[in-house]
Every structure is written in structure tokens, then in C-alpha cells.
């Protein structure tokens, strides 16, 4: 079996003298969508920003494309192929909707033209001349979602997409994310809603305590029900 596109492997990070993450392993293969499932302070997020080397002491192992990346700083790791989609969004306030788009360089060939993204975000292309935060929090997602889109960027990694929107949005976010990998673009998602996570994903893993602690397909998922709810206290 070809090697997964992204491979994780005894990773630990720490924030300062607070260790964080204490061994995480998860694999991610070329065209999935994997999502990171837990409680609030499981360690999720700071599983996608140890990927992306924005935590303050990392060690263990990030493989990309077989490239190893433990060592990397940010901006190495970003021109690698790997984007990160903050829960915060980012949006600047003083551009508009393609200011926005157009911001981020592109980083290597394969990433989405401008026609293209607004074909797949209508919304966005109705607002290209609004402010950023004149949108509403989910045009707001979309945007954030839309402008890794052009980079290039082979694996993109979504942190809680869904927070704080309405349940007609959600279902918007999840038709995007089903979309994104029906064109080739990887996902790795923390999410804490594992019934959305369930319409998009093919694999799941769940965190507590900065560890993997269960891993489950989308097959299992039914089978598996209990178990989660444990975890998830749901």
C-alpha cells in the first residue's frame, strides 16, 4: 500500500512548559477526509497547529509526501502543501471578498483559479466587492475555506468549520467539504459535532487528554455509537 499522505507519529508538543500533545499517531491518505474528534481541550487544535509548526516545542514525526517535517518552520511546511483553516477565520476586515481570496501566495501548482472558486461558493462571488467582515459568519467560513483553496495547498486542515452556525450552514459547509474532495483536495477536521463529521468523513479518531484514544470508519460508525457518546459526553 502507497504511503499515506500524511503521517503522524509519536508527536508530542508542548505550549511553554505545558506538555500538550503525548504521542499522537494518525494517517491521512491522498483523497480522504479524517476527522479529529473530542471534548473541548482533547488536543485537536493543537494537533493541526503542531502539524503546521506554530506550537512551541515539537518532537516525534510529521511526514508529508514522505518528507520529513518535524524539523521544519511554518513557512516551509506551508510550501510543502499543508494549509491551515483557523477556527478564527482570519478574515481581514479592510479587504474585500477577493482581496481576501487573492492575499495568500500561491505555493505550488495545482491550486483552484479565482472562476473557479466562486463557481463553487456562489455566495462569495455575489459579495467579491463587500468587506470581509460585512459577511455573515457563514459567507465568513466560506471565505476562510475558499482562500487556501487557491494556494496550491494538497492537504487542507479545517478546525471546527461548523462552530456557531446555524444548522442550514452547517449542511452548506458539508456540501463544500464533499465538493473539495470530490476534486482531489485531502481534509483533516476537528470537529466536535461527530454527526456532521459522519456526512464528510471516511475515518475518524478521537482525542482525550492530547492522546488518540479510538479510531473508527465511517462504516463503523453505527456500531460505534456508544462508545462515542462516551467519549464525547454526548
Not at 32 to 45: H, S, W
Not at 67 to 89: F, K, N, T, V
Not at 147 to 154: N, P
Request: proline share 4%; net charge neutral.
Amino acid at each position: 500500500m502507497a504511503e499515506p499522505l500524511l503521517k503522524v507519529a509519536d508527536l508530542q508538543a508542548w505550549y511553554g512548559e505545558s506538555h500538550v500533545l503525548h504521542g499522537v499517531d494518525i494517517e491521512v491518505r491522498e483523497g480522504e477526509v479524517v476527522t479529529l474528534l473530542g471534548r473541548n481541550g482533547a488536543g485537536k487544535t493543537t494537533t493541526l497547529r503542531s502539524i503546521m509548526g506554530l506550537v512551541g516545542r515539537r518532537s516525534g514525526s510529521v511526514r508529508f509526501e514522505g518528507q520529513e517535517l518535524i524539523g521544519a518552520r511554518s513557512d516551509r511546511i506551508a510550501r510543502a502543501g499543508i494549509a491551515l483553516c483557523p477556527e478564527e477565520r482570519g478574515i481581514f476586515a479592510s479587504l474585500d471578498v477577493t482581496e481576501n481570496l487573492l492575499l495568500p501566495p500561491v505555493v505550488r501548482p495545482g491550486g483552484m483559479e479565482l472562476d473557479a472558486i466562486y463557481t463553487l461558493f456562489p455566495n462569495l462571488k455575489e459579495r467579491a466587492r463587500s468587506p470581509g467582515t460585512r459577511l455573515s459568519g457563514g459567507e465568513q467560513q466560506m471565505l476562510a475555506i475558499a482562500r487556501i483553496l487557491r494556494t496550491g495547498a494538497r492537504l487542507l486542515m479545517l478546525d471546527e468549520p461548523t462552530e456557531g452556525l446555524a444548522p442550514v450552514i452547517v449542511q452548506q459547509i458539508g456540501r463544500t467539504i464533499r465538493a473539495i474532495k470530490a476534486r482531489g483536495f485531502t481534509v483533516l477536521l476537528v470537529e466536535q459535532n461527530f454527526r456532521f463529521a459522519q456526512t464528510v468523513a471516511d475515518r475518524h479518531y478521537v482525542m482525550e487528554h492530547g492522546r488518540v484514544v479510538d479510531a473508527v470508519s465511517n462504516a463503523e460508525m453505527a456500531g460505534a455509537m456508544d462508545r462515542l457518546h462516551g467519549y464525547l459526553g454526548v
